[in-house]
Every structure is written in C-alpha cells, then in structure tokens.
C-alpha cells in the first residue's frame, strides 16, 4: 500500500473522530413535502359543496375524534386532511347524497408550547415552516438569564426529549420547547 493510498485509507477514521470532538446539536429537519396529521387540539373546516347543514368548523377532541352529522363519531388522529376528506366522502356517498364533493382543511393547528427562561412562555398556534428560533420570537425572545444554546424540544408524538437542539430546526405542532437557565 503506498503513502496516498494508506493516508486515503484513513479519512473515514479520521471524519469520525472528529465528529466526535464536537458538541452535538440535534437538528429536527423535516422533509419540505411532509403531510401534516391531524390530532388532538386541530380545528379543522369540513366543506361539503352545496351541502350548508353539512359544512362546519369543528376541534378534534382529546380521544382525537369528532362527531360529524350522519356519520356519527370519526377517528381523525393520524390522518391527513386529504384521508379525512374521502372517508367523509365515501360516507356519504349512496345514502345521503349522490356524489359529495368535499374538502377537509386545517382551521388551526395545535399549539407549540415554550418554557423556561422565554419573556412570555406560554402556547402559541403552529404553523408551517416554524423553527425553534421562529417559536422563540412568538414568545417574546430570550429572557436575560436564558442560556440560548441550552435548547429542549419534547417532541409531541413519541414524548422524546432532544437536547442542544438547533435554532434553524424544525419544531412540529404539539412539540414543547423548552430554554434552560444561564448560570454566568
């Protein structure tokens, strides 16, 4: 093996070891095209065409369902507005109308919550395209103490809680961020 080949050899080695050396940031990046899932706390607007009685603005209950008439009790926890569109659709279909036409959007989204050392911790509606950095500013920013490289986000689905998260990372509707306290 000669000298190039065997320095070549250990880069890898050398990548890792590194990568080892720096203070972790978890970054929760999310895929720009990801479907947003309903749950508890959601409003979401149910318009069926031409069907006044029918449409509505309704919140998904803590069990994650709502009660939509003829229809009865519907499960929306874990579907996108679009599942919940053609369930209802389907639902219809035959019985009360012959061809339903309808849409299934989300009025409000469930609340982000921010703790500790913000000026205004408190929760604040969800929204498309939020970062830890965005949900900070809705709560006012930083307090004099705060120590804001000491960000937790408890994540809403799995309960899981990440710590040294980024500033630029993605927060999700439900997520509890949290700042730690500065001790200098």
């Known amino acids: 093996m000669t000298f190039l080949n065997r320095n070549l050899a250990m880069l890898p080695?050398?990548?890792?070891?590194?990568?080892?050396c720096s203070t972790p940031q978890q970054t929760?990046?999310?895929?720009?095209?990801?479907?947003?899932?309903?749950?508890?706390?959601?409003?979401?607007?149910?318009?069926?065409s031409g069907e006044q009685d029918m449409s509505m603005r309704v919140k998904?209950?803590?069990s994650g369902n709502i009660n939509y008439p003829f229809i009865g009790v519907m499960q929306l926890k874990g579907k996108?507005?679009?599942?919940?569109?053609?369930?209802i659709a389907d639902k219809l279909r035959g019985n009360y109308l012959k061809n339903p036409m309808v849409t299934v959007s989300v009025a409000e989204y469930r609340k982000v919550y921010l703790l500790g050392e913000v000026k205004k911790p408190d929760g604040y509606a969800w929204e498309p395209g939020l970062t830890a950095e965005k949900a900070i500013a809705l709560?006012?920013?930083?307090?004099?103490?705060?120590?804001?490289?000491?960000?937790?986000v408890r994540q809403s689905g799995s309960g899981q809680l990440l710590n040294n998260v980024a500033a630029d990372s993605a927060i999700q509707a439900g997520d509890t961020i949290i700042i730690g306290m500065s001790f200098f």
């Not at 929760?28 to 309903?38: A, W």
């Not at 709560?139 to 937790?152: E, L, N, P, S, V």
């Open 13 to 20: 080695l050398l990548a890792l070891l590194l990568a080892g």
């Open 28 to 48: 929760i990046k999310t895929q720009p095209n990801t479907v947003y899932l309903l749950d508890h706390g959601d409003e979401v607007n149910i318009n069926v």
């Open 60 to 62: 998904i209950d803590n």
């Open 80 to 87: 996108s507005p679009e599942q919940v569109s053609k369930e």
């Open 139 to 152: 709560a006012g920013g930083f307090t004099d103490r705060a120590d804001r490289k000491d960000i937790q």
